[in-house]
């Protein structure tokens, strides 16, 4: 999921400031007879396109389908996001792990090519993201559940199913037709907190390579306002078993989280694996003195 935003056009933002002007009372009334526009609010921030963003560096921790727990320190740049692997299983590397993870990175420093590639998939990852998204809104029916409390304001829950009017553009929004879950978006912000679904059905997806998505799969993406006013994912859930070109087997089985956003000048990709390196190092001092996480 995007969390991406841009500068509001003037009447964009007075008719912004008209709804939140509104009583409280009014917006619950509004989310409950309409709330695919709530949905529509929410999407509208989570796909426009960032000028002049802040970027962050912030730590990953995955759990992979096998089990390890793979920790790494992340950096956003304005070329691409970078990763450096500092622990597995709560460990530091060892220095056999350590070198390898400095010839996998130091290759983007001195092949281009690696470099170009790196920076068309997370584009290619983005593109599609945002396309899903913004499907959102018309690709499924919702229906207002509850409004309670939350940190910053009120989180507004829904639930969603396919809308049969529907019409799939594209083979890679067809996954849409067999998902139904619960949606939860903080306001005023009006950005998405929670969108959890599970396949009630088999279907058939693009992403790059056609497949298919076996019933009974079922996801979880959580977003929060993780410093100042930036919102970005923090918690997924992927479990999905099926097919690949109907013929492999599929088995995404993962749990991801992210933490610690702190803002950091733009750099370039020296300057931002040299960070990372600062930061592989500090956790091995750290993990040696008994204060690794």
Not at 102 to 118: F, M, Q, S, T, V
Not at 177 to 201: D, E, H, N
Not at 220 to 236: A, C, F, K, P, R
């Amino acid at each position: 999921m995007v969390m991406k935003g841009n500068k509001v056009r003037s009447y964009a933002g007075s008719l912004l400031l008209c709804l939140l002007a509104l009583p409280l009372f009014a917006q619950q009334q509004d989310w409950k007879t309409n709330p695919r526009e709530l949905v529509r609010k929410a999407v509208l921030n989570e796909n426009q396109a960032e000028a002049g963003k802040e970027h962050f560096t912030y730590r990953d921790v995955k759990r992979t389908k096998n089990g390890t727990i793979e920790t790494k320190q992340m950096v956003e740049t304005p070329q691409v996001v970078l990763g450096r692997l500092v622990a597995i299983n709560g460990k530091p590397l060892t220095e056999t792990e350590r070198q390898k993870e400095d010839g996998r990175l130091n290759r983007l420093i001195n092949n281009p090519d690696e470099l170009a590639k790196k920076k068309k998939e997370q584009q290619e990852d983005d593109q599609r993201a945002r396309r899903m998204v913004r499907a959102i809104p018309d690709a499924f029916n919702f229906e207002y559940v509850s409004t309670e409390p939350g940190k910053e304001g009120d989180i507004v829950t829904l639930k969603f199913t396919p809308d049969p009017k529907w019409d799939p553009p594209n083979r890679e929004l067809q996954v849409f037709t067999g998902m139904s879950g619960t949606m939860k978006i903080a306001v005023p912000q009006y950005r998405m907190a929670l969108m959890q679904a599970t396949l009630f059905k088999d279907v058939e997806f693009g992403w790059g390579f056609l497949g298919k998505l076996d019933k009974g799969g079922d996801f979880m993406i959580e977003q929060s306002q993780v410093y100042g006013n930036h919102w970005d994912l923090t918690h997924m859930k992927l479990h999905f078993t099926g097919k690949v070109l109907m013929v492999k087997s599929l088995n995404i089985q993962q749990d991801e989280q992210t933490s610690d956003y702190r803002p950091v000048p733009q750099m370039t990709v020296a300057q931002a694996l040299d960070k990372l390196k600062e930061a592989e190092t500090e956790y091995a001092k750290a993990g040696a003195s008994g204060g690794g996480k």
